[in-house]
């Protein structure tokens, strides 16, 4: 068991904003999808139903974890691709709710050909929050529309205790990360998740809601009307991995096939295989202040497309349900 945070850059050692000595982008060279990279993601979308043994494909993660206590650190791994209106809101929670029990690393992904969301982290990196590192991390837009190859280099890359995978539309609510440094004291499970979120109804883009204020650079608190739910499984924004599973196996980083860029976003299927090579579907615990804000637009919709407002419409359809 391993007690204090060493290993971990003191906040009052390093800059708030990690990549300020960083170069601009991390990736490395994009690799080319093809037609057997697309074949052999099907297969993985079903072989993750467990029909097929993971470790024919991957190791097994580390039996052996430290169990640290003390002051945690935790690395939130965030994507953002025209999106900056939710990014908003969960970045100003960290600032309006910061941590006092861990330190927390925000890394948000994200393309120099988005630019509202380089504004928007241009105008973050300039709050000074207690217990907060901003890590900015510009990919090619191929790259970034796989959301895997931004959270496999994560992974491999983390200092951290625990490893945050998350999306853009979650929202850190008071005392959140407070609870999970306390739930996670000692804790060597390879993935955990919390047991409840809070969701708000299904938002279009011009909710007011959400229009509100989302032009301009400024703090955000969040909609008032959450509704609990009960989560059954690591899903993709809550997806909570030990540090040491993170750095010896990745975020599916033994399958090529989900390091292929991509034209536009697609749809993260390697969410479930990821639990399939962890080996579990992650243990709950009970977590409050987490909130998601649920919109009804997809960054995998293809703008003005036929299926695009098809999908949209049984979306909506179900969320009346």
């Known amino acids: 068991m391993r007690c204090g945070t060493e290993g971990f850059a003191s906040l009052k050692q390093t800059p708030l904003l990690d990549t300020q000595?960083?170069?601009?982008?991390?990736?490395?060279?994009?690799r080319p999808d093809?037609?057997?990279?697309?074949?052999?993601?099907?297969?993985?979308?079903?072989?993750?139903s467990g029909l097929i043994p993971a470790r024919w494909f991957a190791p097994a993660p580390?039996?052996?974890?430290?169990?640290?206590?003390?002051?945690?650190?935790?690395?939130?791994?965030?994507?953002?691709?025209?999106?900056?209106?939710?990014?908003?809101?969960?970045?100003?929670?960290l600032v309006l709710h910061p941590p006092r029990q861990m330190e927390v690393r925000v890394t948000v992904f994200h393309a120099l050909e988005d630019p509202a969301t380089t504004a928007l982290l241009a105008f973050f990196a300039e709050h000074k929050v207690p217990g907060v590192r901003w890590n900015w991390k510009v990919l090619p837009p191929s790259q970034l529309m796989r959301r895997c190859?931004?959270?496999?280099?994560?992974?491999?890359?983390?200092?951290?205790?625990?490893?945050?995978?998350?999306?853009?539309?979650?929202?850190?609510g008071e005392g959140c990360l407070d609870a999970l440094a306390e739930k996670l004291q000692g804790r060597t499970d390879a993935l955990?998740?919390?047991?409840?979120?809070?969701?708000?109804?299904?938002?279009?883009?011009?909710?007011?809601?959400?229009?509100?204020?989302?032009?301009?650079?400024?703090?955000?608190?969040?909609?008032?009307?959450?509704?609990?739910?009960?989560?059954?499984?690591?899903?993709?924004?809550?997806?909570?991995?030990?540090?040491d599973v993170s750095r010896a196996v990745g975020y599916c980083d033994a399958i090529q096939a989900y390091k292929a860029g991509a034209d536009h976003w697609r749809k993260c299927y390697e969410d479930r295989t990821y639990r399939w090579l962890l080996g579990t579907q992650g243990v709950p615990l009970d977590i409050p202040g987490v909130q998601r804000i649920r919109h009804i637009s997809k960054g995998r919709y293809r703008a003005g497309g036929r299926m695009a407002a098809l999908r949209q419409r049984i979306r909506q359809t179900k969320d009346r349900g």
């Open 21 to 30: 000595a960083a170069p601009p982008v991390l990736a490395p060279p994009p």
């Open 62 to 93: 580390p039996p052996q974890r430290r169990a640290t206590t003390g002051r945690l650190r935790l690395e939130v791994v965030s994507h953002c691709w025209n999106y900056a209106h939710l990014l908003r809101y969960q970045l100003s929670s």
């Open 149 to 172: 190859i931004g959270r496999n280099q994560a992974a491999l890359a983390t200092e951290a205790d625990w490893v945050w995978f998350t999306d853009c539309d979650l929202v850190f």
């Open 192 to 243: 955990v998740y919390p047991q409840v979120e809070h969701c708000t109804s299904l938002l279009a883009d011009d909710d007011a809601r959400l229009a509100q204020g989302a032009a301009e650079l400024e703090l955000a608190s969040t909609p008032a009307e959450f509704k609990a739910r009960t989560v059954s499984r690591a899903t993709g924004p809550l997806q909570i991995a030990h540090g």
């Open 34 to 48: 093809s037609a057997w990279y697309a074949i052999s993601r099907h297969f993985f979308r079903l072989a993750a």
